[in-house]
């Protein structure tokens, strides 16, 4: 059977001597794994289609549950990401984050639209890379079945006065109101930004103004919240804390 599908390539790894084999987010299928065969060669029509972080129209060929690319072109190559050795270090976490939370088979437009708004958001330097992290983790959360509750103080229903955020259970408090387990700090501006991200149509994901501390706030309670709920640690989050320090 064959079956011709756009996907996001989330991860590669060379196969025998000219292979590839490939993790993709495809528009139909869902997550899928995809043997290219031959895709290392320099004479091959499918190299450019099958690198990791390419969205491509794959042509995949399917059979007894297992897939084969047939033909591939590339329709976005982020290639802002390939000389910026930061930003391919945030668009593979991108990447694994999806393929963490993505379902086999089970196509999720939402979600792959997701890692495409902020991959092309950041090869093309749009905004500052904490925002775009910070947002696509949360709305990530989100889409996901992880959405916190951020309507107002589990403890005392008010709007939160000095909000914190309950990393274990996805619920904002004020600093004062008893609480349990480990909570992340927050201000106003970055509960409103976090608000913003959990509903904001997709194209307007990133259109929000936040900086200073407020963004150092939504960044560190973002990644924090996304490790606590996946319950994993992410290599290529390490990786990119190591770059953006040497």
Same mark, same amino acid.
């Given at each position: 059977?064959?079956?011709?599908?756009?996907?996001?390539?989330?991860?590669?790894?060379?196969?025998?001597?000219?292979?590839?084999?490939?993790?993709?987010?495809?528009?139909?299928?869902?997550?899928?794994?995809?043997?290219?065969?031959?895709?290392?060669?320099?004479?091959?029509?499918?190299?450019?289609?099958?690198?990791?972080?390419?969205?491509?129209?794959?042509?995949?060929?399917?059979?007894?549950?297992?897939?084969?690319?047939?033909?591939? +072109?590339?329709?976005?190559?982020?290639?802002?990401?390939?000389? !910026?050795?930061? *930003? $391919? #270090?945030?668009?593979? /976490?991108? @990447? %694994?984050?999806?393929?963490?939370?993505?379902?086999?088979?089970?196509?999720?437009?939402?979600?792959?639209?997701?890692?495409?708004?902020?991959?092309?958001?950041?090869?093309?330097?749009?905004?500052?890379?904490?925002?775009?992290?910070?947002?696509?983790?949360?709305?990530?959360?989100?889409?996901?079945?992880?959405?916190?509750?951020?309507?107002?103080?589990?403890?005392?229903?008010?709007?939160?006065?000095?909000?914190?955020?309950?990393?274990?259970?996805?619920?904002?408090?004020?600093? +004062?109101?008893?609480?349990?387990?480990?909570?992340?700090?927050? !201000?106003?501006? *970055? $509960? #409103?930004?976090?608000? /913003?991200? @959990? %509903?904001?149509?997709?194209?307007?994901?990133?259109?929000?103004?936040?900086?200073?501390?407020?963004?150092?706030?939504?960044?560190?309670?973002?990644?924090?919240?996304?490790?606590?709920?996946?319950?994993?640690?992410?290599?290529?989050?390490?990786?990119?804390?190591?770059?953006?320090?040497?």
């Amino acid at each position: 059977m064959f079956q011709t599908t756009k996907a996001l390539v989330l991860r590669e790894v060379r196969y025998k001597e000219a292979d590839r084999i490939l993790t993709v987010l495809s528009e139909c299928e869902g997550k899928l794994t995809v043997k290219a065969r031959g895709a290392l060669r320099k004479s091959s029509r499918t190299a450019a289609a099958t690198q990791q972080l390419t969205y491509a129209e794959l042509t995949l060929f399917g059979n007894r549950g297992k897939w084969t690319v047939n033909e591939g +072109s590339v329709i976005e190559g982020f290639e802002g990401l390939r000389g !910026d050795i930061e *930003a $391919l #270090a945030l668009g593979s /976490y991108f @990447a %694994e984050c999806l393929e963490a939370l993505s379902v086999e088979e089970q196509p999720d437009e939402a979600m792959l639209q997701l890692g495409l708004n902020a991959l092309y958001a950041l090869s093309r330097q749009m905004y500052d890379p904490a925002k775009i992290k910070a947002a696509f983790e949360l709305r990530l959360m989100c889409l996901a079945g992880y959405a916190p509750d951020l309507t107002g103080c589990a403890a005392c229903g008010k709007e939160p006065e000095e909000p914190a955020i309950d990393l274990q259970n996805g619920r904002v408090f004020c600093r +004062s109101c008893p609480k349990e387990g480990v909570c992340a700090p927050l !201000d106003c501006d *970055a $509960l #409103a930004a976090m608000r /913003y991200i @959990a %509903e904001a149509p997709a194209k307007r994901l990133f259109s929000f103004s936040l900086g200073g501390e407020s963004l150092q706030r939504l960044s560190a309670a973002s990644e924090a919240y996304l490790l606590r709920q996946t319950e994993r640690r992410f290599g290529t989050l390490d990786y990119y804390k190591q770059v953006r320090i040497t």
